[in-house]
T-cell receptor, first 109, second 112 residues
C-alpha cells in the first residue's frame, strides 16, 4: 500500500524566511510525485510533477526536488500570499493519487 | 480556474437521505476522479472513470456509487447518508490515466 507522510504539519515563517517542506513516501513503482497547493475552501491547484530521483523543478519562489524516498519543496523568500496548505501525492500503478496529510504554511508580513 | 466544474458548491441534507454531486471535466479530458476530503482523513481517492468505464476503485463505501456519461460528465451518488459523510468532495480530471489531475472547487456536503 502506498504511503505518504508530510512534515511538518504546520509551519510559521516570517516574510523572507526561507524553508523546506518534506514529503516522505513508500510506493511500489513510482510513476510520479505531485505537489499541489490548496487554499481554504478551494480545490488543490497543481504545482509540479517529478518523475525520477534527482529531478528538480522551479516556479517563482518554489523549487521541488526528488530522491528515491522523499521530496522537498523549498520556499525561497516567501511572501504572505504563499500561505496555503501544500499537498504531496504519489501516483503508482493504480493511477490514482495517494496524498499526504499536507503542510499548512503561514507566512507573516 | 482549473476548468473542472462541480455543482452544487454546498449541500445540506439530513441523515438517511440521498444526494447527487455533479462534475464536468476540462474540455478534452477523458478521465474523471472523485476524492473525499475530511479533517481527520485528508484527501482520499474514491473512484476513477475513463471514457465512461470504471477504471479504479479506492476507499469508496458501498452506499456510494458513480458513473460517467457519454458527454464525459460524471455524477457521484451518496445514499443512506450518515453524519460521518460530511466532507468536501472533489472531482479531478485528466486527459489520460497517467496525466496531471486538475481539481474542481469541490462540493461541501453537510449531513445534519
Amino acid at each position: 500500500e502506498d504511503q505518504v507522510t508530510q512534515s511538518p504539519e504546520a509551519l510559521r515563517l516570517q516574510e523572507g524566511e526561507s524553508s523546506s517542506l518534506n514529503c516522505s513516501y513508500t510506493v511500489s513503482g513510482l510513476r510520479g510525485l505531485f505537489w499541489y497547493r490548496q487554499d481554504p475552501g478551494k480545490g488543490p491547484e497543481f504545482l509540479f510533477t517529478l518523475y525520477s530521483a534527482g529531478e528538480e523543478k522551479e516556479k517563482e519562489r518554489l523549487k521541488a526536488t526528488l530522491t528515491k524516498k522523499e521530496s522537498f519543496l523549498h520556499i525561497t523568500a516567501p511572501k504572505p500570499e504563499d500561505s496555503a496548505t501544500y499537498l504531496c501525492a504519489v501516483q503508482s500503478a493504480g493511477n490514482m493519487l495517494t496524498f499526504g496529510g499536507g503542510t499548512r504554511l503561514m507566512v507573516k508580513p | 480556474d482549473s476548468g473542472v466544474t462541480q455543482t452544487p458548491k454546498h449541500l445540506i441534507t439530513a441523515t438517511g437521505q440521498r444526494v447527487t454531486l455533479r462534475c464536468s471535466p476540462r474540455s478534452g479530458d477523458l478521465s474523471v476522479y472523485w476524492y473525499q476530503q475530511s479533517l481527520d482523513q485528508g484527501l482520499q481517492f474514491l473512484i476513477q472513470y475513463y471514457n465512461g468505464e470504471e477504471r479504479a476503485k479506492g476507499n469508496i463505501l458501498e452506499r456510494f456509487s458513480a458513473q460517467q456519461f457519454p458527454d464525459l460528465h460524471s455524477e457521484l451518488n451518496l445514499s443512506s447518508l450518515e453524519l460521518g459523510d460530511s466532507a468536501l468532495y472533489f472531482c479531478a480530471s485528466s486527459f489520460g490515466t497517467e496525466n496531471i489531475q486538475y481539481f474542481g472547487a469541490g462540493t461541501r456536503l453537510s449531513v445534519l
